[in-house]
C-alpha cells in the first residue's frame, strides 16, 4: 500500500513539471509567433526593396531614354522609402535592436546617395560621369547592397535565432530557479 502511494505521489509529481514545461514551451511559442517571425518577414521586405533599389540605379546609368530615366527614378525613390518604412517596422518588433537597424538605415543611405549622383549626372546630359559614377562606386555599391542584404537576413536573422535562444534560456533558469534547483 506504501508502494502504490508513492507511485501516486510520483505520478503527480512528474505530471505537475510536464505541463509547467509545455507551458514555458508555449511561452516561447508565442513569443517566437508575436515577436521573431514577423520581425523576419519585414527583414525579407526590406532585403527586396533594397534589390529593387540596385535595379532602378543600374536602369537610370544605362538608359538614354528621359521617361525610363524618369520611372527608374520614381522606382529608387519609391523602393528607398518602402526599405525605411520596413526598418521601421523591425524597430516595433525588436526595439533593443536599434542600433544595428540604424547601421542598416546608414548603409542603405549611402547606396541612395550613390544613386542619386547617377541620377543627376544622367539628368544633366553627363553620360560619361554617370557612368563612371556607377563603375566607379559599383564596386561599392554592390559590396553595400550585398552587406544590406546580408545584414538584413543574415546578421539579423542571426540575432532573431539568439534572442530566441536566450529567451528560452531565461524561461529555463527561471524555471529551474522556481523548482529550487541551481
Known amino acids: 500500500m506504501l508502494l502504490i502511494g508513492a507511485l501516486a505521489t510520483m505520478s503527480a509529481a512528474?505530471?505537475?513539471?510536464?505541463?509547467?514545461?509545455?507551458?514555458?514551451?508555449?511561452?516561447?511559442?508565442?513569443?517566437?509567433?508575436?515577436?521573431?517571425?514577423?520581425?523576419?518577414?519585414?527583414?525579407?521586405?526590406?532585403?527586396?526593396?533594397?534589390?529593387?533599389?540596385?535595379?532602378?540605379?543600374?536602369?537610370?546609368?544605362?538608359?538614354?531614354?528621359?521617361?525610363?530615366?524618369?520611372?527608374?527614378?520614381?522606382?529608387?525613390?519609391?523602393?528607398?522609402?518602402?526599405?525605411?518604412?520596413?526598418?521601421?517596422?523591425?524597430?516595433?518588433?525588436?526595439?533593443?535592436?536599434?542600433?544595428?537597424?540604424?547601421?542598416?538605415r546608414t548603409r542603405l543611405d549611402l547606396i541612395s546617395n550613390i544613386a542619386e549622383s547617377v541620377y543627376v549626372s544622367t539628368t544633366a546630359g553627363d553620360r560619361e560621369r554617370a557612368r563612371w559614377t556607377q563603375l566607379h562606386h559599383s564596386g561599392v555599391a554592390v559590396g553595400h547592397f550585398k552587406e544590406a542584404r546580408n545584414d538584413k537576413n543574415g546578421n539579423a536573422n542571426e540575432k532573431l535565432r539568439m534572442r530566441a535562444g536566450n529567451e528560452n534560456e531565461t524561461r529555463n533558469d527561471s524555471g529551474a530557479q522556481g523548482n529550487g534547483r541551481t
Open 14 to 104: 512528474a505530471n505537475r513539471f510536464c505541463v509547467r514545461s509545455l507551458h514555458k514551451i508555449d511561452a516561447i511559442n508565442a513569443m517566437v509567433t508575436q515577436q521573431v517571425e514577423p520581425a523576419r518577414l519585414t527583414l525579407t521586405e526590406a532585403k527586396i526593396a533594397v534589390e529593387a533599389l540596385g535595379l532602378a540605379t543600374y536602369k537610370m546609368a544605362g538608359t538614354n531614354d528621359p521617361d525610363t530615366l524618369r520611372e527608374a527614378n520614381d522606382e529608387r525613390a519609391g523602393q528607398y522609402a518602402a526599405a525605411k518604412a520596413w526598418l521601421r517596422g523591425v524597430e516595433n518588433y525588436l526595439p533593443t535592436y536599434q542600433t544595428d537597424v540604424d547601421g542598416m
